[in-house]
């Protein structure tokens, strides 16, 4: 009943407050028990990510939505259809325990309003999802004004990238290369009967078949691996530091990639880790501790590298720049519901001032790689071109799987591969 009740205030919070789940999340999970935990994130997941499918539902079985002061229970009653469509819960404990949270939103007096709908979803689950089946953005569950970037972007595979933002992510381990190779890895999970899924022959990546508590992988604490997506991982190949280079990672945090390039080439002059949020500069400061690596840790703003750095111009650049993080909707589904249309235009104009600021500070004959963790051409591919157009000291490095002239550098769709959807674009400074 306290996890339901929980999981209809993260919702509410997300939602109506736009707070990011993983702002909200670990606080709701501290007020539960620890048995109870994983079923609060479970709930609050699944119903972010199936959202607007489960208020198109509760729309045709109700006359009007609950307002104001009864928002939260408006939600308690998605994560009550949520439980009946989407998991094993067994029905009756679904929709006792849900209606029985009532009261710890102090709406007891909707009990049996919602214990109605619930039974109703029960009865007519199949109708209704025929009938929302009718409605792209409760087909697909994602706001419309994505559903129709996408399907301008890319006519042929839209209805496929909704679905695969729609599944839940696989969990990638990025080897430490300092420690292990991919292959050696590989037999410890064995030796402990964690299976593998694929794995990436090109990086340190290895996907596993099932989703596990990281504590209990072969050398965790000490460093041996991380979670990383293995789109995320391709960064620290592409950019290849070589030994004495100058490198800037001008968005680093929480970390992921300036980890990977310390761990892949220990001998740079050295790495600068920027990142404009100092609480979020804490967390590449606690991995590189947890790894045991090195970097120069400044907080700053990329697009005006005048105000910290006036040392020597870099060897190679990496640039993962603020994003509409429209790659990564299956770890992260509150992206479609707290992300709006307005905002793309203003990541764009960002990211290329961030570019064009970085670039000055390239040396003639480095390397700038952009990168980012979306699918909208506007951010990626038309970002290049515009830039290359207004640089003539630029030259684009086709990558094996780049997308030509009309859509250079590489974009990667959420699912290919098993990974997120991320793009690359690979610079050099004549
Ligand atoms: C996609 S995330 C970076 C992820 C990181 N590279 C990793 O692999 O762990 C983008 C980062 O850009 C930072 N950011 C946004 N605007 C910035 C700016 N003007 N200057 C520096 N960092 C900025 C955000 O705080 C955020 O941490």
Redo the contacts with the bound molecule.
């Keep these: 009943m306290k996890t339901r009740a929980q999981a209809a205030k993260v919702l509410f919070e997300v939602v109506e407050q736009g707070v990011s789940l993983s702002t909200v999340l670990p606080a709701a999970q501290q007020q539960l028990a620890a048995k109870d935990r994983a079923l609060l994130q479970e709930l609050c997941f699944g119903s972010l990510r199936w959202l607007s499918r489960l208020e198109a539902i509760a729309a045709a079985l109700m006359s009007k939505p609950l307002k104001g002061k009864y928002r939260q229970l408006h939600y308690l009653l998605l994560v009550g259809i949520y439980q009946l469509l989407y998991t094993r819960i067994p029905p009756h404990a679904a929709l006792s325990e849900t209606v029985s949270a009532c009261r710890l939103l102090k709406g007891e007096t909707f009990r049996g309003m919602l214990n109605g709908v619930l039974r109703n979803v029960q009865r007519q689950a199949d109708a209704l999802q025929q009938t929302v089946d009718q409605k792209p953005t409760s087909r697909f569950a994602h706001p419309k004004w994505l559903i129709e970037r996408l399907k301008a972007a890319y006519p042929k595979q839209y209805g496929a990238i909704l679905d695969a933002n729609n599944q839940r992510p696989p969990l990638w381990l990025r080897v430490n290369r300092r420690h292990h190779d991919r292959v050696s890895y590989r037999a410890l999970l064995a030796a402990q009967d964690i299976a593998v899924a694929g794995e990436d022959p090109g990086s340190e990546g290895l996907c596993l078949a099932q989703p596990c508590d990281v504590s209990q992988l072969p050398g965790f604490a000490d460093g041996w691996v991380s979670v990383q997506d293995g789109a995320?991982q391709q960064a620290a190949r592409l950019l290849d530091p070589q030994p004495g280079d100058w490198v800037l990672d001008?968005?680093?945090?929480?970390?992921?990639?300036t980890a990977h390039l310390l761990e892949r080439q220990p001998a740079l002059a050295g790495l600068v880790a920027?990142?404009?949020?100092a609480k979020?500069l804490e967390r590449v400061k606690d991995n590189l501790q947890r790894l045991q690596l090195t970097a120069q840790v400044i907080c700053g703003?990329?697009?005006r590298p005048q105000t910290w750095w006036s040392g020597p111009a870099f060897d190679r650049i990496l640039l993962?720049a603020?994003?509409s993080a429209t790659g990564v909707i299956r770890r992260h589904p509150d992206i479609k519901w707290l992300r709006r249309n307005e905002d793309i235009a203003e990541l764009v104009i960002l990211q290329g001032k961030?570019l064009d600021a970085l670039w000055c500070k390239l040396k003639p004959g480095g390397t700038l790689l952009y990168a980012t963790?979306s699918v909208l051409p506007d951010e990626n591919s038309e970002q290049i071109k515009a830039f290359m157009a207004r640089t003539p000291d630029a030259e684009l490095v086709a990558l094996p799987q780049d997308g030509g002239p009309d859509r250079p550098g590489w974009q990667l769709l959420p699912g290919e591969g098993n990974m997120d959807g991320f793009y690359y674009a690979k610079l050099i400074k004549r």
């Design positions: 995320a001008a968005c680093a945090a929480p970390g992921g990639k920027l990142d404009s949020d979020r703003d990329a697009s993962d603020p994003c961030i963790c």
